[in-house]
């Protein structure tokens, strides 16, 4: 990230409380706060700071170059013990590409979108155990500035980073069951197994495993793929997003203040993209005996659209938000449909996961604006693995999988990691279900 003069790049915060356990009514502790932002760079690039317009040096893993008259510098030390935070900031955009970037995409990016820091890491999209999220890889020590309050400050989660082992988000580890001190497969071609040393929310989106910058040409990670970017002051994160893009052609971005892209006008139908349950055909189930036949479902009401939220299915309420311990405990909202019934994105937003999940049979969450993320459980057949989404987007079809007395959606809204009632939500976000 890009820092102050004389300040480290931040990192994403990771927390090492407990996730969520066991899936459906089970139990969830509470969480510890979440990174808000992290980046992977293998590559040479690992910092870039604003030092104001005097020449910069940029150093890189190979040694220095020669000074630079650029409005951005490298920070960048050798990896060795994570020392104490003296700088945090949230960042306002985070941009991947499937390339390395050069140091002068680096600059003309920072110069064009007006950023006063960023953090440049390794990224790509990876396996995890049986499931796919994104993954960076950064040095603890930058990438912890840019972590969220209360998760950055925590020294010991950054070290483990650095010692080598690997932070999981919250939903990731809820998904695949996996606990603090457990291993995981990670990898974008070939799987590395690696021991989990934090559980972390990190609020890039899409981004739901950190690991330490050594770590990234293992896993596959694409060096210098990935910024995060601080800006200062509340700009149009639309118009942000759109200086950025031209700035540097073929980046993906990101605005972690406001999802992109806009709301669909409709849920989109059926393709031949959409995938399946490993070992699953990749066609819809079959109606359940008695049911009705399926017919398209009608576009959201404009004035839903425009809310940002929509109905994420149609069907009929079967089992309420239940925060209680015990038995009865039910973190979400269940809604009946028929098998095959589509399920839409209930806003727009990023892909964090998508695959099997521990009693859910199979899960999607997907990130929104300020630290909120919904989770989609019992599908089937999925329509997408990664990327973006747009409110009202057709993401999986209904299913019975996993823990399940008949076809239905299981669907959570988590603030700040912690589990609200959706339908209250939704009512607050004017939808009705």
Known sequence: MWTQPGVRAAVPAADAGTHRGSRGS?????LVAGAAAALLLAGTVVSVSVLGAGSVSLRTRAGAHPPVAAAFGALVGPRASVGPLTHR????LFVTTDRSLTRTEIDRLGRAVG????????????????GRTGAIGADPNLLRTVAPAGTAEVTALWQRIADGEIAVAHSVAAALDVRLGGQVDVGHDRPVGLRIGALATIRLPGVGVVVDRSRSAALGLVADSAVALVVPGTPDPVLLAATARQAVQGLRVMSLRTVLPPPAVAPSAPSASSWSAPGTPPQDDPPAPGAAPRSPQPP????????GWVPPVIGTISRGFNPTTGSER??????????GTPIMAAAAGY?????????????????????????????????IRGGTVAAGQQIALVGNEGHSTGPHLHFEVHVGDRPVDPLAWLREHHVRI
Do not use: C, K, W
């Open 115 to 130: 950023a006063s820091e960023a953090v440049v890491a390794d990224f790509a999209e990876v396996s995890v155990g049986s």
């Open 300 to 307: 959201a009401a404009a004035d839903t659209v425009e809310s």
């Open 330 to 339: 039910h973190l979400g909202l269940d809604i009946a449909a028929p098998l």
């Open 26 to 30: 089970a139990g969830v502790p509470p």
């Open 89 to 92: 900031a949230d960042p306002y």
């Open 351 to 383: 892909v964090l996961y998508a695959g099997p999940a521990s009693g859910f049979g199979n899960e999607i969450v997907l990130q929104h604006g300020d630290g909120v993320e919904t989770v989609y459980g019992h599908m089937r057949v999925f329509m």
